[in-house]
């Protein structure tokens, strides 16, 4: 039934056919004058739109039949003819459609209005659209409240669109970043400014600039709520799945798009507040009672506002939630009359008349609907609201083992891509084929390696005591308020109370304030966490953050190149985010470019490997084999490791024919000389192993051959009595004196690490 009052309201609307019908029952008036007029007037509508259902329901049906057909036949003809849609028509077709579908939004927005005559959202809806939806949008909201509005009103909205328009554009124009706080002002501005402008120009009162400011600050809201439901995470579309936070948002946001037809009622009943009931028995039948209560608050509010019935809607439906929650485990008969008993006892309390009634009459109808949804379409509604058996925790053993087999698959194809870029430099001096029965060995060679790879793996996940799955959803969560969306988060325990949290985000994230996140991070898990380590890969963008250790390391270093600029020792530091730091001294054969290649690449790739995980016996043997094949000629590296963990003191050597290296340990000098073949020689090369403990204050001393060949007794002299010097000083100093002890003619590269131990 249409009452009087919204008659008298849309009746400058002349696009509408609905009212053109009417006012052609009328005989051409536009007002009904006489008190017993509009009882014929109901009648004779009634009559023409229910003979005008009969019709659509007919044609309905006819129609779809018609469409099957020609889907069949469609179908038919394509497997016999094996013609395919192209990929990229598809494609475009669905990006096309998304589009119209943000203006169809919007122009449906137009309707939603709330006490007042305040119809803000579609405003909010365009500051929120981006570059590529905000033009359909825009004409959207435009034809809507042109068709919807009142003249003054109308050109007022119309005013509101073209500034959010404008503001976006020029936020897109300018490539400034996207921001939810400037999309909300952007709408909020939109939205005062022609609010106060219509204001002035009508002399309104203080209560009307009043209203202005609370549209304004409706506008505020409804951006915010639409701008975290467009761009939350939806990949793993279960609901349960979904933070607490962008639930509420798409809640919200679904709220206002359904109070937008809350002015369609038969007799006084609504199609929006049953789609509303319906929505909350659905949410308390296959969701939960949490988002049951959350579902009928937003609706309560949002439909309720357009009648001044706010607080009735949501007292009404969120007790009635909490009641039928009770029956979750029986029929959903059980939940439907215990639905529809709460809503009449609010509607006896009430005493609202017609409106209590016409509630009543609205939850027995979406109760009805609930019982006879078809089997299909409630397994549909389970899968959706399910917190999803296909999907893993937060954090869980299988999601973070496929996030390290995913990085270690990148760390092997960058080694790949490495060893063919060298390969290529070095054949440019040569055209001599490579021993094809070499290669053949070493290819066979890789299969142990990729054993000893996913060993080491293995290894790493058994040292993962537990995961904190609740640290890992307020991390998402806390992502989330910073508009990053990360594909996976582990908090990882280990057998040591060690904490490890490892983010996975695709790699055009913005946002990533390194500083920021780790201080958000170590109030979140309640631990003092280091400044994160940012790895990108092909598989995305691994944020690691490893629990703060007892020590750090104090280091500098010092190089010195023989011939020109290019030098042939490579020095690598790392610090892996598991409470180790890495220090890596790789010596290429000879001098130049060819000892400068040999040198990187055996530092390079051993330290892509560590960082990704792998232990340092199976990376040496892909530096080993990639060594070996990338050219003809004889190719070898020198590798000296040592590797300290920064909670416990344990250091170890890993050499690969690298020269001695020095401990500084209670003013004592300890050499540590370890015999083995370098990389890149012969088949099966193995590190030689040492291991110690460094207490505060302990330093090492690692340098290449170049400084040992000079001798050893001024550098074991300058060690027991230098005691002072900072490490990069003292660094600096052994090559100074290596070189003033050396013959120029004979000199070869020289570099010295100094770290010392530091706790903090």
Known sequence: MLHSEGLEKWQGHRVLAIFGAFRLLLGGSTHVQHPLAKYEIYLTFSKSIYFAYLFLQNFQKRLVIMLLGCVKMAIVKNVKNKIKIPKKNLKNIILYSKRVLWGVIAFLLCFSSVVGGCCPFAVSLISVSGKKNFLFACVGASLGYIVFCSSENAI???????????????????????????????????????????????????????????????????????????????????????????????????SILLSSISFIEIKG????????????????????????????????????????????????????????????????????????????????????????????????????????????????????????????????????????????????????????????KINSFSTVDPNESEIRMVAADQFFSISDMLGDLAFEFDEAESFDFKAAGRIRRMLGEYDIFPENISAIIDKYDRMRIEILAPNDTKGLDNMRLTNEICKICKREFERGKINVSSAGTLLSFMEKPNFKMSFGFAQYCAEGNLCGDTIKT???????????????????????????????????????????????????????????????????????????????????????????????????????????????????????????????????????????????????????????????????IALENSDEKHRDDMSVIVAKMIER
Request: net charge positive; charged share 20%.
């Open 574 to 736: 790392i610090n892996d985010s598991r409470g180790h730091m890495v220090f890596i001294i790789s010596d290429g054969m000879g001098k130049g470019s060819r000892a400068a290649l040999d040198g990187a690449m055996g530092a390079g790739l051993l330290s892509k490997l560590l960082s990704a995980g792998f232990g340092f016996d199976s990376s040496l043997k892909v530096v080993n084999s990639a060594l070996l094949v990338k050219s003809h000629e004889e190719s070898l590296a020198t590798l000296d490791c040592v590797r300290v963990d920064l909670f416990s003191g344990k250091c170890e050597f890993y050499k690969a024919g690298a020269p001695r290296s020095y401990i500084v340990k209670d003013d004592r000098l300890t050499k540590c000389e370890l015999t083995s073949m370098p990389a890149g020689i012969l088949r099966g090369v193995e590190f030689a192993k040492r291991t110690t403990v460094l207490n505060t204050d302990d330093e090492i001393i690692m340098m290449s051959d170049g400084v040992t060949d000079v001798g050893n007794e001024w550098l074991e002299k300058f060690l027991r009595l230098e005691t002072t010097l900072d490490p990069n000083e003292k660094a600096k100093a052994i090559l100074k």
């Open 156 to 254: 007022r909205y119309v005013s509101a669109v073209v500034i959010c328009t404008l503001g976006t554009a020029a936020l897109i124009f300018f490539k400034v970043r996207r921001e939810t706080y400037l999309s909300m002002l952007i709408s909020c501005l939109s939205v005062l400014s022609t609010g106060i402008v219509m204001n002035v120009k009508s002399g309104s009162t203080l209560g009307e600039y009043a209203i202005t400011l609370g549209e304004s600050i409706l506008a505020l809201g409804s951006t915010f709520f639409f701008y975290r439901a467009a761009n939350c995470s939806l990949k793993r579309l279960k609901l349960k799945a979904l933070p607490v936070t962008d639930l509420t948002c798409i809640f919200v946001a679904f």
């Open 269 to 424: 009943v609504s199609i929006a507040r049953i789609l509303a009931c319906l929505l909350i028995l659905t949410t308390v039948r296959f969701g939960s009672q949490r988002f049951a209560l959350i579902v009928s608050l937003c609706l309560g509010f949002a439909l309720g506002i357009t009648k001044e019935n706010a607080l009735f809607l949501i007292g009404a439906y969120a007790f009635s939630s909490l009641l039928c929650s009770l029956f979750t485990s029986f029929s959903s008969l059980a939940i439907g009359l215990s639905f529809t008993l709460s809503m009449s006892f609010f509607a006896v309390a009430a005493k609202m008349g017609a409106f209590s009634l016409c509630t009543v009459l609205e939850s027995v109808l979406a109760s009805v609907i609930l019982c006879i949804l078809p089997e299909k379409l409630t397994l549909r509604l389970s899968e959706l609201w399910e917190s999803g058996a296909d999907i893993a925790p937060e954090g869980s053993l299988r999601q973070s083992l496929v996030v390290r087999l995913r990085f270690a698959s990148s760390a092997l194809a960058q080694v790949s891509e490495s060893v063919r870029d060298v390969r290529e």
